[in-house]
């Protein structure tokens, strides 16, 4: 009979931790790593339609969900726009922030840690993690030991997916519409995480795309291969001259002295697309003109005043799209 009473025990024992695993499971982290989480229409409605709505609020009638929700800012690269807009996103909506601005100098990175140790000691202090880092998939790596929602904000040379979730944003709020545009892509093709990540959200519309590039810095093959697959109709160019008036969004990008391994190389392209208003003279009157920024030189700082110039307002919409996703992974 004592043995009986044993084995029932043992059951419902085993019975709650099944319901523990389902319960788990159900709870598992909601990460934001790449744009290829992002291939729903619906989705990136809802996404933007939460972002449109924080738009038109006033700061004081935010909701907070984020109450008493911890955000760790973890960014091995500096970062000013991503990081700011990031915590202040956070801030808005009733959460807190633990940061550390250059974690690769003053964190225990610098004494050889891991990022997988970092990754699981900060998992025992806040609710989420935005991570920055210089490594192609460093983002994946936390999330795969991570219990708390990794968001990346940009990994290298790889991805940046809230960079391009606000562009794509930008884009549909200054011209109504993605089909049938036709979007320059210019500068550092080759290793701009924002061009990269922003080509896969742009694969899932019908533009026309036009990549304006040095030879050595043209879109890596992976994602031209990702305009072909989509039917996507692109071209490759080394000058704007023929085509700069029949653009509809310009999408400046700098060239990055970081990702070049010597000076030398690094002059040999970095002037080659600046935009002023010579240029511009010869683009269309309602042209949509963006950039992730920082910029160097390849914006003239008069071209600032002109209508067409929305880069600054491109910057302020990463605020209520970064809203927007955090409520989303909290959700």
Known sequence: MAQTKINSKTKQQDLSFQELIKTAASS???H?????????KVLLANIFARAAEF??????????PLQDKIIATIFYEPS???RLSFETAAQRLGGQIISTENAAQFSSAAKGET????IRTINGYADAIVLRHPEIGSAQT?????HIPIVNAGDGAGDHPTQALLDLFTIKEAKGKIDGLKIGLVGDL???????SLVHLLSMYKPEIICIAPKKLQLPVKY???LKQNNISYSLVESWDDCIDDIDVLYMTRIQKERFESVEDYNEHKDQFILNSTELKKAKKDLAIMHPLPRVNEIAIDIDDDPRAIYFEQARNGLFVRMALLTYIFE
């Not at 080759?190 to 990269?196: A, F, K, S």
Request: proline residues 7%; charged residues 25%.
């Open 55 to 64: 738009k038109s609020m006033q700061p004081k009638d935010y909701p907070k």
């Open 32 to 40: 934001i790593i790449s744009v290829n989480q992002f291939d729903d």
């Open 142 to 146: 936390a999330a795969n030991i991570s």
């Open 80 to 82: 000013t726009r991503t």
């Open 190 to 196: 080759l290793n701009g995480r924002t061009v990269h």
């Open 28 to 30: 598992a982290p909601k």
């Open 115 to 118: 990022l997988e140790d970092s």
């Open 224 to 226: 031209q291969d990702i």
